[in-house]
């Protein structure tokens, strides 16, 4: 699965902190929680009418069920229908691991993909009934003190293998060894790790693994996991499981293969750090996944075992000094907000569906490609916003609707980006020498033998020169602002020098042609490396999702949005590959009917 999704990645912003993983020394002062835990008992959010719990009958682990329901004054069911039909803020399915299986998650998944308004989610189980009761009781005693963020390396995103920790002594980095996760493991209040991974472990580098067995005993820490396949807690040796079993609060993974790079705030962005409680840790985990669905996910399938009410903080991490409408919009201002990704609970703003924020992004509720610096959803009447802060005061303009401008800008934008940008940086652009030195290796052949060949050589070269200028011009612009993908982006100077090669041979057969037909060919040879990518990502989404997935889960498990991401870029690019060449056309022949009546002896 593993060499698939490398293939779906080929096909297809570090943050402050990113920046301060890469350039921070081991600091002076060891930025851990000083002093032994001390459980700290919040009061859950949320009325006894907002949360639902859910249980099959027949189920060993009814008896939790049945305790929380009491314990909580919040009505117990006995199907997902009737769970999801009192639209509640927060659903506690509780069920033994047992009763687990790919059927239950796609199911549930399914369901909650097609709802407008989201239910914030969390799985109550362990090995044993004892450990899920401990489980929903450990959600009220989570503190925020130390963030840990561990990657994996991650060529393709710029990411080096390292482990940075955040609290009270400042920032420290550390290699990733298995010494050292372990050591963040039982101090750290939030820990998330991004890299490879399995049911049974995670995968720190090819030789070192971290498996159930390495779990030390720990503190109501919350982890998460942007690894293949984790939440499988029914599989033997879970390593969701252990992590609960073993005293974590809550444990957010993914049941299935993800394609990474499309969950928010992954890598740095640590997003449930500042997790309050209007706007807790189950929210975050449901805006994520309608982030993976926006960028490659059939279904959201990103699970949170424990509490769906556990916050790291006890209020909002912000002030709201203003709140007015002016016309149909409406504009809140806010002051003191940290670093990060700050999360938002807007009353009343369920009925806007398009977000500014000034110096951050733009983002509507329909957006049809990913957003990694924002992201939103509506729960009840409320606007739950999500989106990365360089801190300070921030502005939020809510409007209804997005401008058609904007929504046309947005949509090319992210298309060049994905095409332009990103694709490059994961294989593309050798995607794009390889086929650009075949078309290179024929039209070199074929200028040897044809009239005139050097010379449309030379004018094919020199168009090319200025596409791929063009093409670097474009990244260098746009390197600030990409927010197709989590990764970090950089200028690929092997990219530029394979638009040259593609776009110079297309400029090459476009003089060379005498019919629409070659004219078309060499449209074609010119965007080669965007419609292949194209045509690739969706053949092998359509094969992953028909041999592998169909037969397991009854459905894809990957939508075609990669697939369908690079059609504006690529409309895009063969228009300005259309005017470029027919200028050149027009001005080589100008200038062979000039040569030649020079030539041309008098009478």
Known sequence: MTVVLVLLDLSLLGSGWARAGEEASSPTVEPDATGEFGARRQDRPGSPDSIVVLADPGDPFYTVAEEIAAAEGAALVDSLENALARDPEYLLWVASPARMSDQALVYFGLALGTRDSVVSVGIISGSTMEHARQLWQRGRDVEGRLV?????????????????????????????????????????????????????????????????????????????????????????????????????????????????????????????????????????????????????????????????????????????????????????????????????????????????IPGVTSAWERDPFYNARLQMADIGDDKLVLFEHSGGDFNIRLDQEPSLPWLVSDILSDSLDHTLVYLPQTGGDLVALFLGGLAWL??????????????????????????????????????????????????????????????????????????????????????????????????????????????????????????????????????VLAVCFTLLRRVTTSLERRRSSSVRPDP
């Open 148 to 356: 840990v963020v561990a990657n994996a390396a991650n060529p393709s995103g710029h990411i080096r293998s390292s482990i940075v920790a955040l609290g009270p002594g400042g920032i420290g980095l550390r290699p990733l060894t298995l010494a050292n996760l372990t050591h963040y493991l039982e101090r750290a209040d939030y820990l998330t790790f991004t890299g490879h991974g399995g049911w049974s472990h995670l995968e720190l580098d090819s030789e070192t693994w971290l498996r159930p067995s390495d779990i030390p005993e720990l503190s109501p820490i919350v982890v998460t996991t942007g690894s293949c396949n984790t939440f499988r807690i029914w599989k033997d040796g879970s390593l969701a499981l252990a992590f609960v079993d073993q005293g974590a609060a809550a444990y957010a993974g993914f049941a299935y293969s993800p394609n990474e790079g499309y969950l928010l705030g992954e890598f740095y962005g640590a997003p449930l750090r500042y997790t309050w409680p209007g706007f807790p840790v189950g929210h975050v985990v449901q805006i994520q996944n309608r982030g993976t669905v926006q960028g490659f996910a059939r279904f959201p399938y990103y699970y949170l075992l424990g509490d769906p009410r556990t916050t790291l903080q006890s209020e909002p991490p912000y002030e709201l000094v203003a709140d007015r409408e002016e016309g149909s919009s409406r504009i809140l201002s806010y002051s003191g907000a940290p670093e990060g990704f700050i999360p938002v609970r807007i009353a009343g703003g369920a009925r806007y569906g398009f977000v500014d």
């Open 442 to 575: 024929t039209i070199l052949r074929v200028s040897r033998r044809s009239e005139g060949g050097k010379r449309r050589l030379l004018a094919s070269a020199g168009a090319g020169v200025v596409l791929a200028a063009l093409h670097g011009a474009y990244v260098w612009a746009r390197l600030d602002d990409v927010t197709i993908t989590s990764k970090a982006v950089e200028l690929s100077l092997l990219a530029v020098v394979g638009t040259f090669l593609v776009t110079g041979a297309g400029g090459f057969l476009f003089l060379s042609a005498r019919s629409w037909r070659g004219k078309g060919l060499a449209l074609a040879v010119g965007t080669l490396p965007t419609w292949a990518a194209l045509c690739f990502s969706v053949a092998l989404v359509a094969m992953v999702n028909g041999l592998v997935f169909g037969p397991q889960l009854g459905t894809g498990a990957y939508n075609y949005v990669l697939g369908v991401l690079p059609v504006a870029a690529l409309v895009v690019q063969g228009c």
